[in-house]
């Protein structure tokens, strides 16, 4: 079973603070790379951000650049996504993704455009920020 696993959703209040997170099946090292990535009603699809399995590179998309980290810990096989000063339109249902590695030695980037392909997504967590 390769899915990732997210827990923490919720219902937040504008401004305040929430982090999601997920565990991933076997070890961290054994992907490329770990993304969130979310899905709001009537929006596209968006990866919000993205960290090496190696933890030496992240990625934030613009719209929360500066508000989320993403962080990881080898030893638990887990990686949250830290939120503060949370918007409405941070409301989406968040997905962790996981990509599978291309070679032996890919463990040091990530992308966040679209199309950059995660082949391991969980079932997702859904957060609700009122305002």
């Known amino acids: 079973q390769l899915q990732p696993v997210e827990s923490g959703g919720g219902l937040v209040q504008a401004g305040r603070s929430h982090r999601v997170s997920c565990k991933v099946s076997?070890?961290?090292?054994?992907?490329?790379?770990i993304a969130w990535i979310r899905q709001a009603p009537g929006k596209e699809e968006e990866i919000v951000s993205c960290i090496s399995s190696d933890g030496g590179f992240s990625k934030y998309a613009e719209s929360v650049k500066g508000r989320f980290t993403i962080s990881r810990d080898p030893a638990k096989n887990t990686i949250d996504l830290q939120m503060v000063n949370l918007k409405p339109e941070d409301t989406a249902v968040y997905y962790c993704a996981a990509r599978r590695k291309r070679s032996r030695f890919d463990m040091k980037g990530c992308g966040i455009l679209p199309g950059y392909e995660y082949e391991y997504r969980g079932q997702g967590t859904q957060v609700t920020v009122s305002p």
């Open positions: 076997g070890g961290i090292l054994d992907y490329a790379a």
